[in-house]
């Protein structure tokens, strides 16, 4: 089942707080987080598109939240790919208009010892939730620029401010798309366009399977989702779920190295000594090793 409007009609001002008629973009939405991001903003009056690798998947999940009310559209979207991307990006503006909010979602994890991970495994988080997220931002954004107005949302991680362990590269992948948007952010200041981050704890998903949690608790979906809407309502660039995360981080730095070993040690888990690599094994052959062919890039919301 699937809803459109006339190209540009009910066009929204960014200034706005109302998500009536906004034209919003997710990658990575068929299930998980994505899933229940492009459900709040279409429940919120949002007209949203969602991208995933398995467009079949994406496809019955905009079907299922067009039956709520929703004005929904799923297609099919390898964010590795720029071809693909742009497509993408080009479907939903003969269908709906400019592209109001691009939210960057997709991504995926392996979890293990430095020295034991694939070089697929490595290569893939490179590719999807870095080079994936730079690949949205330099399609998107120049229009954005040249309207005067949009916003790019991006879902990363608390590991773009920690690294746990057993998390190496998944937190390079992170810190580098911070590092990223930082700079674009000051590229883009004055423009009308915002930049946001939005970078919560473990979350209760696929990608998280088998994964502790540290001090923190498991967070939900919905959580991640409510933070994003947020956030588009009322643009902001960081954001950190749950909210303290953001200060506690920023107070760490300011110790000495010793005290901030034992502090992060106390609030960081252990991946390699905590997760459980069989309930992780459907899902890292599935979405980060080579085990399906590479068919899954970018399939699972972070």
Known sequence: MRYFLPDGEGAVSMTSSSMNGRVIAVTGGARGIGREIARQLA????????????????????????????????LELDVTDTESFASFLAAVEDHWGPIDVLVNNAGVMWVGRFDE???????????????GVIRGVRLAAPAMRERGRGQIVTVASAASKVAPPGESTYAATKHGVLGYLTGVREELHGSGVHISVIMPGVVDTALAAGTATGAAKLLTPADVAKSVVAVIRRPRFE???????????RLVTVFPQFARDFAIRRMVPDQVRSTDKSA???????????????????RNGI
Do not use: K, M, W
């Open 43 to 74: 429940v919120a009056g949002a007209r949203v598109a969602i991208g995933d690798v398995d467009g079949a998947a994406a496809r019955a999940t905009a079907d299922e939240l067009g039956r709520a009310g929703g004005s929904v559209e799923g």
């Open 117 to 131: 991970e694939p070089e697929s495994a490595t290569a893939r988080q490179i590719a999807v939730n870095l080079h």
């Open 239 to 249: 954001v950190t779920i749950p909210r303290y995360v953001g200060p506690l981080a």
């Open 280 to 298: 992780r094994s459907a899902y890292e052959s599935r979405a980060v090793t080579d085990d399906d062919g590479g068919t899954s890039s970018g």
